[in-house]
């Protein structure tokens, strides 16, 4: 199966209850780049990337526009297959991960299309029919976010991941006690992620006044240092993820025993056949994680999904979608959502999903 066609889209996603708050910024909109490809045997296959801003990480939804008008033109021709379609891709740019991401997720959706195999079936088969989500409180006052959690508890979500830092410590303190007290004993996971927003200084002061709370600490500071020097210093485990900006990264954090775990996300990691590869390394370090992306609609929440349907359940920590906080779906017949805490994993091949093209704005570009 060779690529004959490439379609850009840009799908607006204003938060729903916005802003999306996390310690270095806060985002009320999000513009994400959708991508179909059409293969030489008449199937077709979506793609996704969303940036959450353009301060999280080094990626930017015009930038992904830029990147796909640098590489597009170059990959009409190439084969779908990963291989292939993963050494075109770097001939043609190096890096910008969070573009080829897209492109590998369609070319994952047009080949379970043209295979009647869904997604999780090509990345090696489904352990379960639902995956466990994971609910994001944003950074919010210790009443707020120990409201929110308990809300998010009660709707069956079995993990709860706690917006902290860019404040006083002393308030993320507060704000993690309350949220602890709110779901102590009901059987929810508790992570306060900094998004690389505290310093080590913070960090310590937290996990000792923090001893008695079993949370995992994801991603407190900037460097990826940071955390190696913080690992036997503090009470509580420790988990990457901003610093995951590739798979090599991900690759020596998970075999050098740098971390205890990952926030994992397709993009950072340049699309579901990486991801794998990933994937398979944390089942062999025994390394839990989630399968995530930073934002999206129903093309990425369904890659998300698909993959962590293969990950052992006492290794994924949770499949995190954007779902609810996106008003309405591109495919409104098969769009995914969390439920009870649970995302149901698409049966339908490929993504299992469709997007309603009158629902989206004329491509922004097209290559063929
Ligand atoms: C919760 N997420 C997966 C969604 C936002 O992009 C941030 C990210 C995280 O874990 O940092
Ligand atoms: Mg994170």
Redesign the pocket.
């Known amino acids: 199966m060779k690529i004959t066609e490439i379609h850009v889209f840009k799908a607006d996603l204003p938060v729903v209850n916005g802003p999306y708050k996390?310690s270095h910024s806060s985002v009320w909109a999000l513009n994400s780049i959708l991508v179909k490809i059409v293969c030489d045997n008449g199937f077709f296959g979506w793609g996704e990337t969303c940036p959450?801003g353009s301060s999280?990480n080094e990626s930017f939804s015009s930038g992904a526009a830029a990147a796909l008008m640098e590489m597009a033109p170059g990959l009409i021709g190439t084969s779908i297959l990963p291989i292939p379609l993963h050494t075109r891709m770097d001939q043609l740019l190096k890096g910008h991960n969070y573009v080829k991401a897209a492109i590998d997720i369609a070319a994952h959706d047009a080949l379970g299309k043209s295979l009647g195999l869904s997604v999780s079936d090509l990345l090696g088969g489904a352990l379960v029919d639902r995956v466990p989500s994971y609910y994001?409180l944003n950074l919010a006052t210790p009443e707020d976010a120990s409201r929110q959690a308990l809300e998010k508890c009660k709707e069956g979500y079995p993990r709860l991941?706690l917006k902290v830092g860019g404040r006083p410590v002393e308030q993320d303190i507060a704000t993690i006690r309350k949220v602890w007290e709110s779901i102590d004993g009901k059987g929810v996971r508790l992570v306060i992620?900094a998004?690389r927003g505290l310093l080590t200084r913070d960090v310590l002061t937290i996990s000792k006044a923090c001893i008695q709370i079993p949370l995992v600490i994801?991603q407190p500071c900037e460097n990826v240092d940071d955390l190696r020097a913080l690992r036997p210093l503090v009470h509580h485990p420790i988990y990457m993820?901003e610093n995951t900006v590739n798979p090599n990264n991900a690759l020596v954090g998970a075999a050098t025993g740098l971390v205890d775990g990952f926030?994992l996300k397709v993009t950072q990691l340049g699309g579901l056949y990486p991801m794998r590869a990933i994937r398979d390394i944390c089942a062999l370090r025994r390394l839990p994680h989630t399968c995530?992306d930073?934002?999206g609609g129903d093309i990425m929440a369904a890659a998300c999904t698909h993959i962590g349907a293969t990950v052992a359940p006492n290794l994924l920590e949770g499949v995190?979608i954007a779902a609810p906080y996106i008003e309405g779906h591109y495919d409104f017949e098969n769009g995914l959502s969390v439920e009870s805490g649970h995302i149901k994993v698409p049966t339908l091949p490929g993504l299992g999903i469709i997007p309603d093209e009158s629902g989206l704005s004329q491509p922004i570009a097209s290559y063929s």
């Open positions: 996390m959450v999280y994001a991941q992620d998004n994801e993820d926030g995530d930073t934002w995190w």
